[in-house]
Nanobody, 112 residues
């Protein structure tokens, strides 16, 4: 059974940082690229960042380049998203994704 469980969301002030983590289980983690998506209220879900199986290919949405960093640990079966210089427009539910599967999401709220 594939499980993706996100953690690390919360309320943060503009300019602050958060680190999201996704714990994966039920499949051979190193065989799959992983991604983080987000969905803001009233908007479509969008890709934030993706990382290849061994971390050698990484892509970011233009809106987060230079502020967010995706990483993975193929021993711990986790994929992380370090988010710095957060803006109110980063407020969204953040989802961990593997092809065919989604986590339940973790809410990030950026507000003063």
């Amino acid at each position: 059974q594939v499980l993706l469980v996100e953690s690390g969301g919360g309320l943060v002030q503009p300019g602050g940082s958060l680190r999201l983590s996704c714990a994966a289980s039920g499949f051979t983690f190193s065989n799959y690229a992983m991604s983080w998506y987000r969905q803001a209220p009233g908007k479509d879900r969008e890709l934030v960042a993706s990382i290849s199986r061994y971390g050698d290919i990484i892509n970011y949405a233009d809106s987060v380049k230079g502020r967010f960093t995706i990483s993975r640990d193929n021993v711990k079966n986790t994929v992380n998203l370090q988010m710095n210089s957060l803006k109110p427009e980063d407020t969204a539910v953040y989802y961990c994704q593997r092809v065919g599967y989604w986590g339940k999401g973790t809410l990030v709220t950026v507000s003063s």
